[in-house]
């Protein structure tokens, strides 16, 4: 075979490719994709292999359900100012639980300011083993009943102390319901062995001047 026959048939192998490649080449480099290893894939003389792409890494998503929470409960307790002289400090507390804002807010009250509160110089006049009895709720009206654990102890000026802290801590959290204090069940008119009178519902006046 002459130089010029071989370059004839190579011509025409030349074009035979080209001719199959033109009409099938996505078919044959779909089948030859489907049926050869990956690094053999990646030489596809067809050009047809689809480009492989990484897994997509996702970034941790923050919970949809994860709101802001708001510190907006105030719970009144007693600090002292730059004279000695007791003041009314509001502490911002925020609701976790299913209570309503008032039953929250006083038995946060109860409880007394915590740790960090104290090291401030924070603290309360209610007497720690005071308990919430019952609170009902209606729409215009509350009545917070207590133990008489909240009477004892301490002379007039520490009673006058622990119902305005019963009274600034339900009116800031009452949202517009009228608010009595019942202690033992009993609508507390009186209280404390000096007999402090309470004007109800609570108001910030209710104790008078």
């Given at each position: 075979?002459?130089?010029?026959s071989?370059?004839?048939i190579l011509?025409?192998?030349v ?13 044959i ?5 489907k049926?050869?290893?990956?690094e053999?894939?990646?030489k596809?003389?067809f ?5 492989v ?11 949809e359900?994860?709101?802001k929470i708001?510190?907006?409960i ?27 804002r ?14 960090l509160e104290k090291?401030?110089?924070t ?6 083993a ?8 209606t ?11 909240f009477?004892?102890?301490g ?7 622990r119902?305005?802290?019963i ?5 800031a ?9 019942h202690?033992?069940?009993?609508q507390?008119?009186?209280v ?18």
């Amino acid at each position: 075979m002459n130089n010029f026959s071989k370059i004839v048939i190579l011509i025409i192998i030349v074009l035979s490719v080209l001719f199959v490649k033109d009409n099938f080449g996505d078919n044959i480099g779909n089948f030859i994709n489907k049926h050869t290893p990956f690094e053999v894939q990646r030489k596809n003389p067809f050009g047809t292999q689809k480009e492989v792409k990484k897994p997509e890494v996702k970034k941790a998503e923050k919970s949809e359900n994860k709101s802001k929470i708001e510190k907006d409960i105030k719970i009144y307790y007693l600090t002292l100012d730059k004279n000695s002289n007791p003041i009314y400090k509001p502490i911002l507390r925020a609701n976790l639980g299913k209570e309503s804002r008032l039953e929250y807010s006083i038995r946060e009250l109860l409880k007394g300011p915590d740790l960090l509160e104290k090291s401030k110089g924070t603290y309360s006049e209610i007497p720690s083993a005071t308990k919430l009895l019952s609170i009902t709720e209606t729409e215009k009206t509350a009545i917070i009943n207590l133990s008489d654990d909240f009477e004892l102890g301490g002379g007039t000026d520490s009673i006058y102390s622990r119902l305005m802290q019963i009274i600034k801590t339900s009116l800031a959290n009452a949202q517009g319901r009228k608010v009595y204090l019942h202690i033992n069940g009993k609508q507390a008119d009186f209280v404390g062995g000096e007999g402090i009178m309470v004007t109800q519902p609570l108001k910030e006046n209710s104790l008078g001047e």
